[in-house]
C-alpha cells in the first residue's frame, strides 16, 4: 500500500532528521557558523595578526629576507594575503616536520609573529571533515547538506502560509509554545541560508565523488616542468633562490586587473610557481583566476582568467564565497553568521521541542530505538574528539595554554547543552 504523502508524513520526516543524528547535526553548523567569522576571531584574539591598513606596501622578497633569519631552516610552502585589510600576509613556513604560520605585516614588511594553529584553521578543519581522515569526515559532513535539503524541503510542506508568518510569535502559553513558536520564526527566516548552505554542500559532495567528471572538469590542472633540476639539493636552491616581487609583477602584467592573493612556491622539481587573485570579476574565489610561472625562466606557462570560466567552472568558483560569505567583506560574513547561527538555534530548538514531547508521553517511546541513535551520534562524536585531539598535538603542535582554552570551550559548550536539555526540561516537565 503506498505512503500517503500527508502533512503528518512531512513532519515525521523533518522530525526525523532532526532528532536522530542531532548532536552531530548541531556541531556541523555550529563549527561553520565560526568559521565564516574565524578570520575575525584571529584578529581579536591574536594581535600579531593585526595591522593597519595602507596604500604602502613592502617588498615581497624584503619579507623573505626577515622570514630568512628568522626561521633560517625553514622552506616556505604557501603565501596568503588574506582579503581583510586588517590582517597580515599568512607564510606556511615547513620547519622539519612543523609547519608554522607567519605573519608578515605587507606594508611594514616586520614579521610579527607565527603560530602553529590559528582559530581560523581550527574552525575550517572541524567544519570541514570534523577532524575524522580517510574521507569519512568529509562523507560526514556532506551528508548534513541533503538531510538540510530534505529537511527545508519537508518543513515547507507541512508549515502551510509560511511566508504570511514572517513576524509571528506566541507568547504567555507556556514554553513548549514559545520554543516551537520561536523555531517556526527563526526557520522562516532562515529559508534563504538553509537553501544556500545545503545546495553548496550538495555541490560539493558532487565535485568530491567527481560525479558526472564534474572535479575533472572543474578544477584545472597544474602544467608540469621538466629537467629544472638535477636533484633535491639543486631544486632546493632554485626554489631558494625565487623572486617574488618578479613573479607577481609578471603575473599582474599578463592577466589584468589581477591583484595577487596567494603564492605558492614549487612543491617539487616538476612543479611550477602558482599565482592566484582577485580581478573586477564578482563573487569567484581567488583560484578563479591563475598563473603559473616556470620557476627559473619566470615564462608564462598557463594562465585562467576568471572571465572567461566555463560554466561548471564558474559554479565551483562561487561555492565558497556563498557558502562563507566572504564575497562582501565585514558585512556579509556577519549576515552569514547570524545566518548560521539561525540554524544552530533551529538544530537546538527541535531537539529541544522533541523531547518535551517524548517526557510527556513517556511510555509511548522505544527506550531501545532512541537509544540506538544517541549510540551512534556518541560514537561519532567520541571518534571526532579523539582524532581532533591527536591532530591538534600531532600536526599542530599546540600549547598548554591552546589545550586549555580548546577544552574549556568544549566544557562549555557541554555543560550549556546538559543544562538546557536535562535540568531545563525535567522542571518544567515536573510541574
Known amino acids: 500500500m503506498p505512503v500517503r504523502l500527508s502533512k503528518k508524513v512531512f513532519f515525521n520526516i523533518h522530525?526525523?532528521?532532526?532528532?536522530?543524528?542531532?548532536?552531530?547535526?548541531?556541531?556541523?553548523?555550529?563549527?561553520?557558523?565560526?568559521?565564516?567569522?574565524?578570520?575575525?576571531?584571529?584578529?581579536?584574539?591574536?594581535?600579531?595578526?593585526?595591522?593597519?591598513?595602507?596604500?604602502?606596501?613592502?617588498?615581497?622578497?624584503?619579507?623573505?629576507?626577515?622570514?630568512?633569519?628568522?626561521?633560517?631552516?625553514?622552506?616556505?610552502?604557501?603565501?596568503?594575503?588574506?582579503?581583510?585589510?586588517?590582517?597580515?600576509?599568512?607564510?606556511?613556513?615547513?620547519?622539519?616536520?612543523?609547519?608554522?604560520?607567519?605573519f608578515a605585516n605587507p606594508h611594514t614588511g616586520q614579521i610579527q609573529g607565527d603560530a602553529t594553529l590559528t582559530?581560523?584553521?581550527?574552525?575550517?578543519?572541524?567544519?570541514?571533515?570534523?577532524?575524522?581522515?580517510?574521507?569519512?569526515?568529509?562523507?560526514?559532513?556532506?551528508?548534513f547538506a541533503f538531510l538540510l535539503f530534505i529537511s527545508i524541503g519537508t518543513a515547507l510542506f507541512f508549515y502551510k502560509n509560511w511566508?504570511?508568518?514572517?513576524?509571528?510569535?506566541?507568547?504567555?502559553?507556556?514554553?513548549?509554545?514559545?520554543?516551537?513558536?520561536l523555531h517556526r520564526l527563526v526557520g522562516v527566516w532562515s529559508i534563504p541560508f538553509v537553501i544556500l548552505f545545503s545546495l553548496t554542500g550538495i555541490w560539493y559532495f558532487l565535485e568530491r565523488t567527481n560525479t558526472a567528471s564534474i572535479s575533472e572538469i572543474a578544477n584545472t590542472k597544474s602544467p608540469t616542468i621538466d629537467g629544472i633540476a638535477e636533484d633535491g639539493k639543486a631544486f632546493a636552491q632554485i626554489r631558494r633562490e625565487i623572486d617574488y616581487d618578479r613573479a607577481?609583477?609578471?603575473?599582474?602584467?599578463?592577466?589584468?586587473?589581477?591583484?595577487?592573493?596567494?603564492i605558492l612556491p614549487p612543491a617539487n622539481e616538476k612543479a611550477p610557481i602558482y599565482l592566484n587573485g582577485v580581478t573586477d570579476v564578482p563573487l569567484v574565489r581567488d583560484r578563479a583566476n591563475r598563473v603559473y610561472l616556470h620557476p627559473v625562466t619566470y615564462e608564462v606557462?598557463?594562465?585562467?582568467?576568471?572571465k572567461q570560466l566555463s560554466p561548471i567552472?564558474?559554479?565551483?568558483?562561487?561555492?565558497?564565497?556563498?557558502?562563507?560569505?566572504?564575497?562582501?567583506?565585514?558585512?556579509?560574513?556577519?549576515?552569514?553568521?547570524?545566518?548560521?547561527?539561525?540554524?544552530?538555534?533551529?538544530?537546538?530548538?527541535?531537539?529541544?521541542i522533541s523531547l518535551k514531547r517524548k517526557i510527556k508521553n513517556l511510555k509511548k517511546v522505544n527506550s531501545?530505538?532512541?537509544?540506538?541513535?544517541?549510540?551512534?551520534?556518541?560514537?561519532?562524536?567520541?571518534?571526532?574528539?579523539?582524532?581532533?585531539?591527536?591532530?591538534?598535538?600531532?600536526?599542530?603542535?599546540?600549547?598548554?595554554?591552546?589545550?586549555?582554552?580548546?577544552?574549556?570551550g568544549w566544557l562549555l559548550l557541554y555543560l550549556t547543552i546538559n543544562y538546557v536539555f536535562n535540568t531545563m526540561i525535567k522542571k518544567s516537565s515536573a510541574k
Open 248 to 262: 607577481v609583477d609578471i603575473a599582474e602584467l599578463v592577466l589584468p586587473g589581477l591583484q595577487v592573493k596567494d
Open 301 to 306: 606557462l598557463q594562465m585562467q582568467n576568471a
Open 15 to 102: 522530525s526525523w532528521i532532526g532528532i536522530k543524528l542531532s548532536m552531530l547535526f548541531f556541531v556541523v553548523c555550529l563549527s561553520g557558523t565560526f568559521a565564516t567569522i574565524s578570520h575575525e576571531l584571529d584578529w581579536l584574539f591574536n594581535q600579531a595578526m593585526r595591522v593597519a591598513p595602507s596604500d604602502v606596501y613592502a617588498s615581497k622578497n624584503s619579507i623573505v629576507g626577515s622570514i630568512r633569519e628568522q626561521y633560517p631552516e625553514g622552506i616556505i610552502q604557501f603565501w596568503n594575503d588574506p582579503p581583510e585589510p586588517y590582517l597580515c600576509d599568512i607564510i606556511y613556513v615547513m620547519e622539519g616536520t612543523q609547519r608554522k604560520y607567519v
Open 313 to 352: 567552472t564558474w559554479l565551483n568558483d562561487i561555492a565558497d564565497p556563498l557558502h562563507f560569505g566572504y564575497f562582501g567583506g565585514l558585512f556579509t560574513k556577519l549576515v552569514w553568521f547570524l545566518g548560521g547561527l539561525g540554524i544552530s538555534f533551529l538544530v537546538a530548538t527541535g531537539i529541544w
Open 163 to 181: 511566508y504570511r508568518k514572517l513576524f509571528e510569535i506566541k507568547t504567555g502559553k507556556g514554553t513548549v509554545v514559545l520554543f516551537r513558536s
Open 119 to 143: 582559530i581560523q584553521r581550527f574552525f575550517r578543519d572541524l567544519h570541514y571533515y570534523l577532524f575524522i581522515p580517510f574521507q569519512i569526515g568529509h562523507f560526514t559532513v556532506l551528508l
Open 368 to 408: 531501545r530505538k532512541m537509544g540506538v541513535w544517541k549510540s551512534i551520534n556518541g560514537f561519532f562524536l567520541l571518534l571526532m574528539f579523539g582524532f581532533m585531539y591527536h591532530s591538534l598535538f600531532s600536526r599542530y603542535a599546540i600549547n598548554a595554554f591552546q589545550f586549555m582554552v580548546i577544552t574549556l
